[in-house]
């Protein structure tokens, strides 16, 4: 009994903490959200399946990204593409300019590693996000202390 509820409650954390990690950002391209510059939407989480079990349609394994970025393309001068998303890793916010068929590309790129940070407003969070996140932290504990009680 007792190896059986510690598998459990092993299982539960695992499940529970899978995905709390990522960070939140705003993701959007121009090219298919004419408005992401501007008004970009609003953020979400940045955990993506990396591995599906087919048998049972579950994720087995999580990437949890740490990072927002922006992105901005440039050809002859001229802004061609404006991106929000997630990256695994930093950007150094500069810019590069390379010669592609005859014309001058320049990519922009900035990051950042809060909740929202590339967003037009300070942080892409609701305060609902806070209540929600407040409200399953409850319910692990919860949750937690009840599995102890049984076992």
Partial sequence: MESSCSVLLQFTLALLFSQGLAIFCSQCESENLPTCEPYPPSSTNCTHCQQMDDETNRCLIFKEY???????????????TFTRACSLFPMTDNCNTVKE????????????????????????????HGITTSLLLVLLMVAVNNMLRVC
Avoid: E, L
């Avoid at 990072?67 to 901005?72: G, H, K, L, M, Q």
């Avoid at 790129?109 to 037009?120: K, P, Q, V």
């Fill in 101 to 128: 068929d005859g014309s001058s590309v320049k990519f922009c790129y900035t990051s950042c590693d809060t909740d929202g940070c590339n967003t037009a407003a300070p942080s892409g969070m609701t305060p609902c």
């Fill in 66 to 80: 740490k990072y927002c970025i922006t992105f901005t393309k440039f050809v002859n001068d001229s802004k061609t």
